[in-house]
């Protein structure tokens, strides 16, 4: 996944530094659950909004979700499209932290955090869980690490943010 923030200077989106990254696999059967942690850092002198990005597999599904920014927690609830929206546009507006997940396509997904202060380090866990593949006598397991081009057929990906696109 990437972390990326809206540069007020420039006005275009930056990548915020990846700290570290670590992902165990449990698997049970043709069943994988998936538990990955990532840590970036505003090094920004500003208060951002910042998206991270994440691919996942074809036959994956996200089950939980937890950000933290600084001393904050924010955990993952699931709620109607619209009511999500409105409730981080507000608390965005408040100056409240908050994140709103979102599926960008089939296999991409994003989540906004509102309010990322100036050096805060920002933690994503994601846990997700996915199909094994059994083909020619052998299990399989898919870990997208980038997002590249082929991960988008058609028209090139883009993030929209108020009237912003990465």
Do not use: C
């Not at 420039?10 to 840590?39: C, E, H, I, P, Y």
């Not at 955090?113 to 399989?140: C, K, M």
Request: proline share 5%; no cysteine; net charge positive.
């Amino acid at each position: 996944g990437e972390l990326l923030y809206r540069e007020t200077a420039k006005g275009g989106w930056s990548r915020a530094a990846l700290l570290d990254s670590t992902v165990n696999f449990d698997v049970q059967g043709m069943l994988a659950t998936v538990n990955l942690t990532q840590r970036f850092k505003n090094n920004s002198p500003h208060w951002i909004e910042a998206v991270y990005v994440f691919p996942l597999p074809d036959t994956a599904a996200v089950n939980a979700m937890e950000i933290e920014v600084g001393e904050r927690r924010i955990v993952g609830q699931i709620k109607e499209k619209e009511q999500a929206e409105a409730e981080y546009r507000k608390a965005l507006q408040q100056g409240r932290r908050a994140g709103l997940v979102a599926q960008q396509r089939p296999n991409i997904f994003t989540t906004r955090v509102a309010n990322v202060g100036p050096g805060e380090t920002i933690s994503v866990a994601l846990v997700y869980r996915q199909h094994v593949t059994y083909r020619d006598a052998g299990f399989s397991i898919r870990f997208p690490m980038t997002i590249t081009p082929r991960f988008f057929p058609g028209n090139p990906f883009s993030i929209e943010i108020g009237r912003a696109h990465v």
